[in-house]
């Protein structure tokens, strides 16, 4: 379930008890930590902690020096209007306001102050009477996940998820400081993984002067940060020693800043340079003449060698390809200019194999485990060479009384419009987006989302992102699709479809290599065109 609030790159100053109980301290604590978070241009909240501490401590154990954190906790008490002074201030500071109530009586307070967000701390993560509290304040809220083992954290996930709580999880370690071998950041995978569509964050114990954690944090995928924060100043001469003063904040939101500067953006695709571009280019070689080429020539490697360097508007050795063909002569030792020469297209076999090299990466992206022994289809309804703007890959799982295909499609490639008179499918998107135009209707798919065609009705498909998605049907025939556009219908099998085991790799090779070679799709075309004659109006497989 896609959530509301958006927790992330939001830094939480932790203040706890660090306000030693005096209002004036945590004042000077909120302006450190709003000068902090506006230098550095981030987005942060002052959290605070509140307890009743009237019923929250047994009155038994009011004068009890175990455990200690009794009379830390009464030794540090604030009124509601001292906490209030403090809000204030934290508001004036542009900090967002988070607070992490122990009791139902505190959550009370939260909704009466008009408090952003709620933090769980992670001794709360099983308080079930309280967690129903909060769930009732309808604020964004964030757990801390210290000392919970993945069933307890799956629960709080789903409980979160069942009363529509936007929510966020933070990676604790509950060790105070945490040393590096207990950081554990490794576990930011896993919950990523596990909890795809919530924030995952770092809620940080390790030593304040370490900067090294929050870069690794990040590169793990952490996007929200948690720190204990205070100040020396008057009485308090020494902090703890997992609470960070205003330097160690800075320094940082300063390593956070270059973890975002070295791990670059999310998206998928990386963004090159013109100076690495030019970089490379320095490195590289480029196409000269052996001997004196004439205009019309087809070059073999006999004609050209290569060497550095590269001069502007050369045609690179990466590029080069037996006969290419010479548009004006080039004289001995000359360079080669890509302007200069007409470049054969790629076989289609070439055009096969690249792209089954995406798809297959593809798969792997999506984590689509596939058996050793399958079949791939690959459809070019207008072609092999208009493969990447016109087709699909199926990959057969099974065919029985059900049918189970993968259909994988590359980035802005179509799939025609046609219908089956007896197959029943049903399309379950799991990687991608797939827009759907079925009987007029048009769909945007995401993964998770399902689409029902029935027999009959028209219907083709496309993709911006690049999609993968399993077709769930009955049995497939062969004989069963019929498309819009007529010149499919007429087209033999093998010019639009090309069907080898597994991924082809020993089948998509040149003609003369092997043969019984499937390739070109030309060669059983004379036996296809004289069943096409037999049933001129026959139909067509997908």
């Given amino acids: 379930m896609r959530q509301s609030y958006d927790f992330n790159d939001l830094f939480v100053f932790e203040m706890a008890n660090n306000h030693q109980g005096d209002v004036e301290h945590g004042l000077r604590i909120i302006r450190e930590m709003g000068a902090a978070a506006a230098e550095y241009g981030v987005r942060a909240a002052i959290k605070f902690q509140f307890r009743q501490l009237d019923t929250f401590i047994h009155p038994d154990y009011r004068e009890a020096s175990e455990p200690k954190h009794i009379q830390r906790f009464l030794s540090t008490e604030l009124s509601r209007d001292e906490f209030q002074t403090m809000f204030d201030a934290a508001r004036a500071?542009?900090?967002l306001t988070m607070c992490t109530p122990f009791d139902?009586?505190?959550?009370?307070?939260?909704?009466?102050?008009?408090?952003?967000?709620?933090?769980?701390?992670?001794?709360?993560?099983?308080?079930?009477?309280?967690?129903?509290?909060?769930?009732?304040?309808n604020l964004p809220v964030i757990?801390?996940?210290?000392?919970?083992?993945?069933?307890?954290?799956?629960?709080?996930?789903?409980?979160?998820?069942?009363?529509?709580?936007?929510?966020?999880?933070?990676?604790?370690v509950a060790l105070y400081p945490t040393p590096d071998e207990h950081c554990q950041l490794n576990q930011i995978d896993r919950l990523r993984e596990r909890y795809r569509d919530t924030t995952i964050g770092w809620s940080t114990h390790e030593d304040p002067g370490d900067t090294d954690v929050v870069i690794a944090a990040y590169a793990k995928g952490a996007r929200m940060f948690e720190k204990h924060v205070g100040?020396?100043?008057?009485?308090?001469?020494?902090?703890?020693?997992?609470?960070?003063?205003?330097?160690?904040?800075?320094?940082?939101?300063a390593a956070y800043k270059k973890a975002v500067a070295l791990c670059g953006d999310d998206t998928r695709e990386t963004r090159h340079t013109e100076a690495e571009r030019d970089a490379l280019a320095a490195l590289q070689r480029g196409v000269y003449a052996r001997e004196p080429l004439a205009p019309g020539q087809q070059l073999t490697m006999d004609d050209v060698f290569f060497a550095m360097p590269l001069q502007d508007g050369q045609l690179t050795s990466g590029r080069f390809k037996p006969g290419t063909t010479v548009k004006q002569a080039v004289e001995s030792n000359g360079a080669v200019a890509f302007s200069n020469v007409d470049i054969p297209s790629d076989p289609d076999r070439k055009v096969?194999?690249?792209?089954?090299?995406?798809?297959?990466?593809?798969?792997n992206e999506a984590r689509i485990p596939l058996n050793s022994d399958f079949k791939v289809e690959y459809s070019h309804h207008h072609g092999v060479e208009n493969f990447r703007e016109v087709g699909a890959v199926l990959i057969d799982v099974v065919n029985r009384k059900y049918c189970k295909k993968i259909v994988a499609q590359l980035p802005g490639q179509y799939h025609p419009?046609?219908?089956?008179?007896?197959k029943d499918e049903t399309f379950i998107i799991v990687h991608g987006t797939l827009h759907l135009e079925v009987d007029g209707h048009h769909k945007v798919l995401s993964p998770g989302e399902t689409a029902v065609v029935q027999p009959g009705v028209w219907h083709h498909f496309w993709t911006e992102t690049?999609?993968?998605?399993?077709?769930?049907?009955?049995?497939?025939?062969?004989?069963?699709?019929?498309?819009?556009?007529?010149?499919?219908?007429?087209?033999?099998?093998?010019?639009?479809?090309?069907?080898?085991d597994h991924w082809g790799r020993f089948t998509l090779r040149d003609e003369d290599e092997a043969e019984n070679e499937i390739w070109p799709p030309q060669r059983r075309a004379a036996e296809d065109e004289a069943s096409a004659e037999a049933e001129p109006n026959s139909a067509i497989d997908g």
């Avoid at 049995?475 to 019929?482: A, L, R």
């Avoid at 556009?485 to 639009?496: C, L, Q, T, Y």
Wanted: proline share 3%.
């Fill in 93 to 95: 500071q542009n900090l």
């Fill in 104 to 137: 139902e009586a505190s959550v009370d307070v939260i909704e009466e102050m008009g408090f952003d967000i709620i933090k769980v701390a992670s001794a709360s993560c099983q308080d079930w009477p309280l967690l129903e509290r909060i769930s009732e304040a």
């Fill in 143 to 172: 757990v801390s996940t210290g000392g919970q083992d993945i069933a307890a954290i799956d629960n709080i996930s789903s409980f979160c998820h069942h009363r529509g709580i936007d929510h966020a999880l933070m990676h604790c």
């Fill in 231 to 253: 100040v020396v100043d008057g009485p308090v001469t020494q902090l703890n020693a997992y609470s960070a003063d205003p330097d160690q904040v800075r320094a940082w939101l």
């Fill in 352 to 363: 096969i194999q690249s792209s089954l090299h995406q798809i297959k990466a593809m798969l």
């Fill in 417 to 422: 419009a046609h219908f089956h008179k007896l």
């Fill in 466 to 500: 690049g999609v993968i998605f399993e077709e769930i049907s009955s049995t497939h025939k062969n004989d069963d699709s019929f498309y819009k556009d007529k010149r499919i219908n007429r087209m033999p099998r093998s010019a639009r479809k090309t069907i080898v």
